[in-house]
């Protein structure tokens, strides 16, 4: 179990580092970036924004689009016929004005924009222009039918990631907890009976609070960053672990130190930190309501926070 908390306190140290450089590059000025977002804004082409536009759409709004471009390209269709008889020609002859030439020109119209093209009737002059526009529209409309429907495929996958992920973090939050309350009731036995905190005492007790102070930042999370709330029960387990530890933790301290045992700075900052993030777990203070039960934990572990900083 030692080797295991000095491998969890080696692999937490650089996960505070990262934390602590994302937070000074959040606070870094941005006006450089939002220059250039602008910049970028207005060079953006036409085809990109209607492109952008069409992906905004649901499948729904882009199936209407498709059916209001072939009755409009139809009735275009069919005006040709007025002005020029051939415009649209079966092998019998022109389609005609009528009713029937409508018709005929409004299948022409959903021929052409699935990119079927029978051939059982044919444009001609302005009308072709026409067809080609209305099938390269068509071409573009169901690419991003498609495109929705594997997009919603990959959001489903991706959803499914990262809740197994998400359990799992959950999972280890909870063993780690446990793990580290054995280790500090272990480190507890190895002082009994001493006048002076034996060296491996501090060093374990140092271990098991890197990986307390990681957890704890995980919690931290959870409250003030979440991706996703995990299951009141759940949490509820959680921040009880939190407050076991924390009072195994205080009991330890006292032990140490009233054997004047000198805690060493990388102990000190660890329970600096960590009574920093307990502080700020609380039911007043996080930004999400929890019930009353929950808030009650929180609560509990802040004042466990203060008598942390206290020893």
């Known amino acids: 179990m030692k080797e295991w908390f000095e491998h969890e306190a080696r692999a937490a140290a650089p996960d505070v580092v990262a934390r602590r450089a994302a937070t000074h590059r959040d606070r870094a000025p941005h006006s450089a970036a939002l220059a250039s977002g602008a910049g970028s804004a207005r060079a953006t082409p036409v085809s990109t924004r209607v492109l ?55 299948y022409f119209s959903a021929v052409t924009a699935t990119s079927v093209g029978y051939g059982d009737i044919v444009p001609a002059g302005a009308a072709r222009i026409v067809a080609i526009a209305e099938s390269m529209a068509g071409l573009v409309l169901f690419g991003c039918v498609v495109s929705k429907f594997v997009s919603r495929r990959q959001e489903q996958l991706i959803d499914d990631i990262h809740h197994i992920a998400f359990e799992e973090r959950l999972g280890r939050v909870r063993t780690n907890l446990l793990l580290v309350r054995a280790e500090l009731q272990a480190t507890s036995r190895l002082c009994e009976g001493q006048e002076i905190a034996p060296p491996e005492a501090m060093a374990r007790v140092e271990s098991a609070a890197m990986v307390f102070v990681g957890e704890l930042h995980a919690v931290h ?41 000198e805690p060493t700075p990388s102990l000190e900052a660890s329970i600096g930190v960590m009574a920093r993030l307990a502080r700020e777990i609380c039911g007043e203070c996080v930004p999400r309501a929890f019930a009353p039960a929950l808030r009650t934990w929180m609560d509990r572990i802040q004042r466990l926070a203060g008598d942390v900083e206290q020893i």
């Open 221 to 261: 999370d959870l409250l003030y960053r979440p991706q996703q709330t995990p299951e009141e029960s759940v949490f509820e387990g959680i921040l009880a672990g939190l407050a076991s530890v924390f009072r195994e933790f205080i009991e330890l301290l006292a032990c140490v130190r009233g054997r004047r045992g």
């Open 52 to 106: 952008d536009a069409l992906s905004e759409r649901s499948v729904g709004g882009l199936f209407q689009l498709w059916i209001a471009v072939v009755i409009a390209c139809g009735a275009l269709y069919w005006t040709f016929t007025f002005v020029s008889p051939t415009s649209l020609a079966t092998t019998a002859g022109p389609i005609g004005a009528g009713l029937d030439g409508l018709l005929s020109a409004m």
